[in-house]
């Protein structure tokens, strides 16, 4: 039996590209979702063919009452946490700050902020020397963006992960004493599906995770990307070692992932 690790938004993309590469080594994986039934299950699929026990839970990180449950399903199909990776994530459309609804920004915050606190709290509990357990890892995903601010696209995501750098370093500093590791991770553009085009034809159109197939397009060569699908990617092991060892508490490597 491996180590056990929760990715959330693992059906797809970087989430996805994690799940695979720790069940690679030797992790057992509960992947986290909220709507992609079919992805989840390919992911698991993968995960299993490699040797790990894994399933997939369906919840909405910015739900408290749905965050309580997947874990609690973790606890009973899959066993004692070892790891958290808090990889769920959205993006609304493009737009200036003049432009947003209050709902857009709630939305963006609830998904990128409060769903990184309820899954770490839930991690905490089960991992934390102070609560019986045997300690553990936690990596938060942020984003080059929490640094550049994504001005005139993002900017509520800009903020959402300028939260989680901040609640890294102080949550690292908070439970490191109970045996528990947090760090962050900052990747730069990576081409996934929260940029793919929605429809094969057609203008571009807004995609469900958010974002707009072109922008890599318009943002043109300078930009970091994966030449291949996500989990071809040579730098997951960043975030998978992040679970599994270094860096040290606290640290949010920038690091661009595809490069």
Not at 32 to 57: H, I, K, N, P
Not at 109 to 118: D, E, I, P, R
Not at 236 to 257: H, K, W
């Amino acid at each position: 039996m491996g180590k056990l690790v929760v990715v959330t938004g693992g059906s797809r993309g970087i989430g996805a590209s994690t799940a695979t590469l720790l069940a690679s080594r030797g992790w057992d994986e509960a992947v986290g979702y909220q709507r992609d039934d079919e992805s989840a299950l390919s992911v698991v699929t993968e995960c299993m063919a490699m040797g790990s026990r894994a399933a997939a839970f369906k919840a909405d990180v910015a739900s408290n009452d749905d965050v309580v449950r997947l874990f609690a399903a973790v606890d009973e199909d899959l066993g004692p946490l070892d790891a958290m990776v808090n990889c769920a994530g959205i993006v609304a459309e493009k737009a200036r700050v003049d432009e947003y609804s209050s709902e857009r920004i709630e939305r963006v915050f609830a998904v990128n902020v409060v769903g990184s606190f309820l899954c770490a709290g839930e991690a905490v509990r089960r991992m934390s020397t102070r609560h019986g357990g045997h300690g553990g890892s936690i990596v938060n995903v942020s984003s080059a963006a929490s640094r550049l601010g994504s001005p005139g696209e993002y900017v509520d995501y800009a903020a959402s992960k300028g939260a989680i750098d901040t609640m890294t370093v102080g949550l690292a500093r908070e439970v490191a004493a109970e045996g528990i590791r947090v760090n962050a991770v900052r990747p730069g553009l990576v081409d996934t599906t929260i940029h793919a085009r929605l429809y094969t034809d057609g203008p571009p159109r807004r995609t469900p995770g958010g974002g707009h197939r072109h922008r890599l397009a318009v943002l043109g060569r300078g930009v970091l990307r994966d030449r291949g699908p996500p989990r071809r990617q040579r730098r997951p092991v960043t975030i998978s070692g992040a679970a599994g060892r270094r860096p040290s508490a606290g640290d949010s490597p920038p690091v661009a992932l595809g490069r």
